[in-house]
């Protein structure tokens, strides 16, 4: 219990501080991290507690932006990015029923298609609007966009932890282990897997949003890039998920490379995250968090 | 039978397009052992799953103490006290012995008491006790259906399906279950059982009925579905 909150607590000082550094550069920095953390912790509540793997949240992030990009100017901010979560939610109950139904491979090509379909139907639908991209004008500033980054890293660390332990948690993981197996001890299957569907959308979508202010426009190319959603699996397997610290790991070990990386080698960014993927999968299933646990061996 | 504790009416389930229950009705008397048997493909593993609802009934319905529980989902069936232990066992492999009965009391029904009734399984089956920190996958087939009953137990049922529970176990294993059935009766539990092992079955059962093809050809009480002819020459072999 002690161990496992240490690293979170590392985490959440370490962003308490970084403000007070004025550089915007690290609060840049800060804020990408936040923002992958935030995204990795929700995606580990449907994907690694049900092990049904999701390569599409994208389509949450992508719809929270644009969301986010329709109420720009109409809505006060703080409401607009509750509405992008809210959006985000909704749409994955309504999407999981069917979706759910199936697992295994079939279900990540299922949500990698889907978000891919959302994307081209936005694309259309801004096409008829007459809207290539939009600007969003009076965007808050960099330390603003920081603080609220911050507090959904927070607020999906401790919403991963405390599910995992809670009843909810326990009937996931008992649906992972063997969804049949699990009926016939009373755990409600299909209400369980669309509650964790629908928690993990709903902070992706305002992270989305949040980062379409960063960039001050929305482009559904952008803002649905699969890139977006294969990021956060390869956090996740680099990090581990079988804890909550797995996803800070993992997400503060490709900021970091990134920067280091992407200013300097842009070219070899992709072949590294390539090679990392590869090599975790084979010899570190359990990731990085697995290694601090001393227990790097395979996953059972 | 109007004071039976589970009554199917003309229940019609199956796979999809594929039938296998046409129209089966049967009854279950309240604390008693009720069999069913019959050959592999009859379809008494379709009963056990429609009956615990894991698969719809698609047409007649079904009784529980009373009520018509034809339209509720599994976890509702097993909050009244209605419980399956699968056939195959399918312990949830990678956790602990401990984890797994912790499981079992996870329905509403089960959750005061789980403690307590977790040291009476571990009383029942004092194997599952020494292994409690193992994980269930790990285990014999024999221990894995043990641990499979003890976390049916754990939801704390008033009537508890065993599906097919000595299929694959070694005789002296087979032995400790029918054991374990007689003394699950004692305990004033309803049981119903399906097996392939007539011979056994029917020596604890107080009720059985034959399936064949997704019906229920006969019905009696075990005695004298043990000496029925039909009976001893298809599945006694004399």
Redesign the interface.
């Known amino acids: 219990m002690i161990r496992s909150l240490a690293l979170p607590i590392l985490f959440g000082l370490a962003g308490l501080v970084l403000p007070f550094t004025g550089s915007s550069y690290l609060i840049g920095v800060g804020f990408a991290l936040c923002c992958s953390i935030a995204l990795v912790q929700s995606w580990t509540v449907l994907s690694a507690m049900t092990g049904y793997v999701s390569l599409g949240h994208a389509v949450f992030y992508g719809l929270g932006a644009y969301v986010v990009a329709l109420s720009w100017g109409a809505l006060p901010m703080p409401v607009g990015l509750l509405l992008a979560g809210g959006v985000a939610g909704v749409f994955a109950l309504l999407v999981g029923m069917p979706v759910l139904r199936v697992r295994g491979p079939y279900f990540v090509i299922l949500t990698f298609g889907l978000a891919e379909l959302v994307k081209y139907l936005v694309i259309i639908l801004e096409s008829e609007l007459g809207s290539f991209s939009r600007l969003m004008f009076g965007a808050p500033d960099l330390g603003v966009l920081y603080a609220i980054a911050f507090a959904l890293a927070a607020i999906a660390t401790a919403g991963a932890l405390l599910i995992r332990r809670s ?1 909810l948690g ?2 996931l ?2 649906l992972r ?2 969804e ?11 209400r369980l897997k669309l509650v964790a569907f629908a928690l993990s959308a709903v902070i992706p979508g305002v992270v989305g949003g949040l980062a379409a202010m960063r960039t001050t426009y929305f482009e559904p190319m952008q803002a649905f890039d699969p890139t977006v959603s294969f990021t956060i699996v390869t956090m996740a397997v680099v990090g581990g998920s079988d804890d909550a610290r797995g996803p800070l790991l993992g997400a503060a070990f490709f900021t970091i490379l990134s920067e280091v990386l992407w200013a300097r080698l842009p070219q070899v960014y992709m072949v590294v995250l390539g090679l990392l993927l590869i090599l975790f999968v084979l010899f570190i299933p359990r990731g990085l968090a697995g290694i601090f646990a001393g227990r790097p061996g395979k996953a ?1 | 039978m109007t004071d039976a504790l589970l009554t199917l009416e003309n229940v019609a389930a199956g796979y999809g397009q594929v039938r296998i229950l046409r129209a089966l009705s049967l009854s279950v008397a309240p604390g008693a052992v009720t069999a069913l048997i019959g050959g592999n493909g009859a379809g008494k593993t379709t009963v056990m799953r429609t009956i615990a609802g894991a698969i719809g009934a698609q047409a007649g319905r079904l009784l529980f103490g009373g009520q018509d529980i034809t339209a509720w989902p599994a976890h509702r069936r097993v909050d009244a006290g209605l419980v399956l232990v699968p056939e195959g066992r399918l312990v949830f492999p990678t956790m602990t012995v401990e984890e797994n009965l912790r499981l079992g009391a996870i329905a509403r029904r089960a959750r005061g008491s789980a403690r307590t009734r977790r040291d009476e399984i571990y009383d029942m089956f004092p194997r599952l006790r020494e292994r409690r920190d193992q994980r269930a996958g790990t285990m014999s087939g024999g221990e894995q259906q043990m641990l499979a009953i003890g976390r049916g137990l754990m939801a704390d049922p008033t009537m508890i399906l065993l599906d097919e529970p000595t299929l694959g176990l070694a005789p002296v294993m087979a032995n400790e279950i029918f054991a374990i059935v007689r003394d699950l009766r004692a305990r004033g539990l309803t049981v119903l059982i399906a097996e392939q092992d007539v011979r056994q079955t029917l020596a604890v059962a107080d009720h059985g009925h034959v399936v064949e093809n997704g019906d229920v050809v006969l019905s009696g009480p075990g005695t004298s579905l043990a000496a029925d002819e039909r009976v001893r020459e298809a599945y006694l072999g004399l």
Do not use: D, K, S
């Open positions: 009843r326990r009937g993981l008992a282990e063997n049949e197996a699990a009926e016939t001890v009373g755990v409600p299957v299909v059972a």
